[in-house]
């Protein structure tokens, strides 16, 4: 098994650098700040009354953190959709903007047709790909940035650029505090977690070989409810291992009632709670006492809890936090948390048909 206190023998595992891309996100988020501010965003966008953000995978994440981040603030509706298609509602009222990193993503693609065919106002955030090639080619909006990496390991540009996109589009107020905030609350964070921190003084270390061998189950709310579905995907990603991710008040109505069976499981799952000083306080209560629940059903369970003041830091603490957990995790299998064999598979099997 990998020494977690000795990560100059995880190169052999991480050839292609993931834990950099990691450790990257707080310069991501302010170069794509800056970035996406100069982008020209035409006048008529402002109209639209409603916003779909079409993504998927890795693509996708900052669009649902996006959303979580401005529900309370924004004046439309904003949708992600993560599928092929465009809903019923989608008109030449309706802001598209189709996310794909590497710009080839097929599910988007198809959206991105359909939308032009029925005269959405579109914009596009990519790296390039047949997405840049088609904005260009009509004349669209483009937000095109350069980060060789895994979709997933460029959050910062996706969640950042949309961010920019909606303040300049006048639907919530200026966010340049709270992105800053976001930058200083990570920059912290990786002094107490980054690779070099030994693992009896490293809380993402000491949670990674908790869940070594369990099934890891991810627990939030309200604006960090995005936040978990990353920790979900990261596990699935990095670690190639299993993860589950539910939200409150939500799971408190269902998911609890299920804990008595199968009773194996309570060997097998370990839940973590992500938790903020600012949900709602009846949802704080029923983080504790569906802590109370796990706890009588034998399922050990630990908080993260997030750090700063504003919604956007405490996401972005919590998704780094979770980063740092999942690379630590697939050290401990021995996997290389870069490559996606097996979702490359689905693509190859995909091209034959």
Same mark, same amino acid.
């Given at each position: 098994?990998?020494?977690l206190?000795? &990560?100059?023998?995880?190169?052999?595992?991480d050839?292609?650098?993931?834990?950099?891309?990691?450790?990257d996100?707080?310069? +991501? =988020?302010?170069?794509?700040?800056?970035?996406?501010?100069?982008?020209k965003? &035409?006048?008529?966008?402002?109209?639209?009354?409603q916003?779909?953000i079409?993504?998927?995978?890795?693509?996708?994440?900052g669009?649902d953190?996006?959303?979580?981040?401005i529900a309370?603030? =924004?004046?439309i509706p904003?949708?992600v959709?993560?599928?092929?298609?465009?809903?019923?509602?989608?008109?030449?009222?309706?802001?598209?903007?189709? =996310?794909?990193?590497?710009?080839?993503?097929?599910e988007?693609?198809?959206?991105?047709?359909?939308?032009?065919q029925?005269?959405?106002?579109?914009?596009?955030?990519?790296?390039?790909?047949?997405?840049?090639?088609?904005?260009?080619?009509?004349?669209? &909006?483009?937000?095109?940035?350069?980060?060789?990496?895994?979709?997933?390991?460029?959050l910062?540009y996706?969640?950042?650029?949309l961010?920019?996109?909606?303040?300049?589009l006048g639907?919530?107020?200026?966010?340049?505090?709270?992105l800053?905030e976001?930058?200083?609350v990570?920059?912290?964070?990786?002094?107490?977690?980054s690779?070099?921190?030994?693992?009896?003084?490293?809380?993402?270390?000491?949670?990674?070989?908790?869940?070594?061998g369990?099934? &890891?189950?991810?627990?939030?709310?309200?604006h960090?409810s995005?936040?978990?579905?990353?920790?979900?995907g990261?596990?699935n990603e990095?670690?190639?291992?299993w993860?589950?991710?539910?939200?409150?008040?939500?799971?408190?109505?269902?998911?609890?009632?299920?804990?008595?069976l199968?009773?194996?499981?309570?060997?097998?799952v370990?839940?973590i709670m992500?938790?903020?000083?600012?949900?709602h306080?009846?949802?704080?209560q029923?983080?504790?006492?569906?802590?109370?629940?796990?706890q009588?059903?034998?399922?050990? =369970?630990d908080?993260?809890e997030a750090r700063? +003041?504003?919604?956007?830091?405490q996401?972005?603490?919590?998704v780094?936090f979770?980063?740092y957990?999942?690379?630590?995790?697939?050290?401990?299998?021995?996997?290389?948390p870069?490559?996606?064999?097996d979702?490359?598979?689905?693509?190859?099997?995909?091209r +034959?048909?």
């Amino acid at each position: 098994m990998p020494d977690l206190d000795a &990560p100059e023998s995880w190169r052999v595992l991480d050839p292609q650098g993931m834990l950099k891309s990691i450790a990257d996100l707080p310069r +991501q =988020c302010e170069d794509a700040w800056k970035r996406a501010l100069g982008v020209k965003v &035409p006048d008529k966008y402002r109209q639209a009354e409603q916003i779909l953000i079409l993504g998927i995978g890795g693509s996708a994440i900052g669009a649902d953190l996006l959303n979580g981040l401005i529900a309370g603030e =924004c004046r439309i509706p904003v949708v992600v959709h993560r599928d092929y298609g465009l809903p019923g509602f989608v008109n030449q009222h309706t802001l598209v903007v189709a =996310c794909s990193h590497s710009g080839e993503t097929e599910e988007t693609l198809t959206g991105l047709e359909v939308a032009q065919q029925r005269q959405a106002l579109v914009l596009a955030v990519t790296t390039g790909g047949e997405l840049a090639r088609r904005a260009r080619e009509h004349g669209l &909006p483009l937000f095109q940035y350069h980060y060789p990496s895994q979709p997933r390991a460029a959050l910062g540009y996706s969640l950042s650029t949309l961010l920019a996109i909606v303040q300049m589009l006048g639907l919530v107020s200026d966010k340049s505090t709270d992105l800053a905030e976001a930058v200083a609350v990570m920059r912290q964070l990786q002094s107490e977690i980054s690779e070099r921190i030994p693992t009896a003084l490293n809380p993402a270390k000491s949670l990674a070989l908790k869940l070594q061998g369990k099934l &890891p189950v991810v627990y939030a709310a309200e604006h960090l409810s995005a936040a978990a579905r990353r920790w979900k995907g990261q596990f699935n990603e990095n670690g190639k291992s299993w993860g589950v991710f539910d939200v409150l008040p939500e799971l408190a109505h269902n998911t609890v009632a299920g804990y008595a069976l199968p009773a194996a499981l309570a060997g097998v799952v370990h839940v973590i709670m992500l938790t903020s000083a600012s949900n709602h306080p009846r949802v704080r209560q029923r983080f504790e006492i569906t802590r109370e629940l796990l706890q009588r059903h034998g399922f050990p =369970c630990d908080t993260v809890e997030a750090r700063g +003041q504003s919604n956007l830091a405490q996401a972005l603490s919590t998704v780094h936090f979770g980063d740092y957990v999942s690379y630590y995790l697939a050290m401990l299998y021995g996997v290389d948390p870069w490559t996606i064999a097996d979702i490359q598979f689905i693509k190859d099997r995909l091209r +034959q048909r």
